[in-house]
T-cell receptor, first 114, second 109 residues
Framework: IAGITQAPTSQILAAGRRMTLRCTQDMRHNAMYWYRQDLGLGLRLIHY???????GKGEVPDGYSVSRANTDDFPLTLASAVPSQTSVYFCASSPQDSGANVLTFGAGSRLTVL | GQNIDQPTEMTATEGAIVQINCTYQ??????LFWYQQHAGEAPTFLSYNVLDGLEEKGRFSSFLSRSKGYSYLLLKELQMKDSASYLCAVRDDDYKLSFGAGTTVTVRA
């Protein structure tokens, strides 16, 4: 089934540890995105990539980094996790063509930083 | 920057109609989206408006007025399965999507 796969589904992490959330899509979408979702704040854009080889900063990029070595993969890395990064993280992708460019979301990764 | 406002919660009875309003002030506009998100799940696409007017898709309709920075999502013939959060999102000129905090709709029997 075409779509977006995120891993891990859930993780508990000690503060200060490094963590990479993985995201893979098989729809050959050009653009990919990482959002975090916190109660009362909605979805906030962390980083995005309009095409392989390029990345950009979203609304809340501090403490996170991304890479886009190929079309399918867009990992999100927390270099040194802090408790305020406890959240649900959603990866998304869109075709980035002339159409509506609807975002398709992965199932999410729930991260708890203690 | 982006400022997107929608009510936090709404409650309605099964079979009724509910209208969720969304107002926005954004730097650039390239479309307005509505997503549905059930608890513990990913958001799923409901509707897209880029021109003024009403878009109808079955029981769901979405309206846009670009001059007023206003949209609404209309849910008709409410069913229990419609209990979810509804997210208003605006796309800017760089094709990035900014979301409102979401409206939690509770459908009661």
């Amino acid at each position: 089934i075409a779509g977006i796969t995120q891993a891990p589904t859930s993780q508990i992490l000690a503060a200060g540890r490094r963590m990479t959330l993985r995201c893979t899509q098989d729809m050959r979408h050009n653009a990919m995105y990482w959002y975090r979702q916190d109660l009362g704040l909605g979805l906030r854009l962390i980083h995005y990539s309009n095409t392989a080889g390029t990345t950009g900063k979203g609304e809340v990029p501090d403490g996170y980094s991304v890479s886009r070595a190929n079309t399918d993969d867009f990992p999100l890395t927390l270099a040194s996790a802090v408790p305020s990064q406890t959240s649900v993280y959603f990866c998304a992708s869109s075709p980035q063509d002339s159409g509506a460019n609807v975002l398709t979301f992965g199932a999410g990764s729930r991260l708890t930083v203690l | 920057g982006q400022n997107i406002d929608q009510p936090t919660e709404m409650t309605a009875t099964e079979g009724a109609i509910v209208q969720i309003n969304c107002t926005y002030q954004t730097s650039g506009f390239n479309g307005l989206f509505w997503y549905q998100q059930h608890a513990g799940e990913a958001p799923t696409f409901l509707s897209y408006n880029v021109l003024d007017g009403l878009e109808e898709k079955g029981r769901f309709s979405s309206f846009l007025s670009r001059s007023k920075g206003y949209s609404y999502l209309l849910l008709k013939e409410l069913q229990m399965k419609d209990s979810a959060s509804y997210l208003c999102a605006v796309r800017d000129d760089d094709y990035k999507l900014s979301f409102g905090a979401g409206t939690t709709v509770t459908v009661r029997a």
